[in-house]
């Protein structure tokens, strides 16, 4: 547990060991890129230590034999509700199921949560547009499980789902409906 330690911090220790050996799925980098990126835009934007750290740690239970549980013990129950949030059910669903229930689970949950469901769809358009830019359109969108027309129907509907019921106009928002614009001409 992180007691006498930086909560932040802690959870960057974490989330690497977690992520150890783990890459990107378009650029050849290491996977814990992705979620300190989540975790530094909700901390630029002036999110609590609990949100940040687990935008930090929204993939450790997704992405490795890590469970619920240990992120409990690790870093306590609003942590653990916060990355469950983000988290998708079980991997081995089809992707369309994947994808309708976390548009469906993300529409009700609370503000903390859609704050780094929206931060983590984020960072993964910004490094898709990246992609684009530097490889082109074929092996950008090649790299991922469905093409350019499923990625906006399931992009799109997170953004509604994370504005459902909220101020649209949080700067985090924003800045996800931007680069939906940017890919898909939302």
């Not at 935008?55 to 450790?60: A, E």
């Not at 949030?85 to 229930?101: G, N, V």
């Not at 949560?113 to 990246?130: G, H, P, Q, R």
């Amino acid at each position: 547990m992180y007691r006498g330690k930086d909560k932040i911090e802690y959870a960057i220790y974490y989330a690497t060991k977690a992520h150890k050996d783990q890459r990107r799925k378009i650029e050849d980098i290491d996977m814990i890129f992705h979620p300190y990126t989540v975790g530094m835009i909700l901390q630029r934007n002036g999110c609590d230590d609990n949100i940040v750290a687990a935008g930090i740690l929204h993939d450790v239970v997704e992405d490795t034999d890590h469970t619920f549980e240990d992120i409990k013990n690790e870093f306590g129950e609003e942590i653990m509700k916060y990355v469950y949030d983000a988290s998708e059910p079980d991997k081995s669903l089809e992707w369309e199921d994947r994808k309708k229930h976390t548009i469906e689970h993300t529409k009700n949950a609370p503000i903390g949560s859609k704050l780094i469901i929206a931060c983590d769809k984020i960072s993964n358009l910004e490094d898709l547009s990246d992609c684009i830019e530097l490889y082109g359109e074929e092996k950008a969108w090649g790299a991922l499980k469905r093409n350019k027309d499923k990625q906006k129907w399931y992009y799109t509907s997170v953004y509604e789902s994370c504005i459902y019921g909220v101020d649209k106009n949080q700067p985090i928002f924003v800045r996800l409906k931007n680069v939906l614009e940017k890919i898909f001409d939302y």
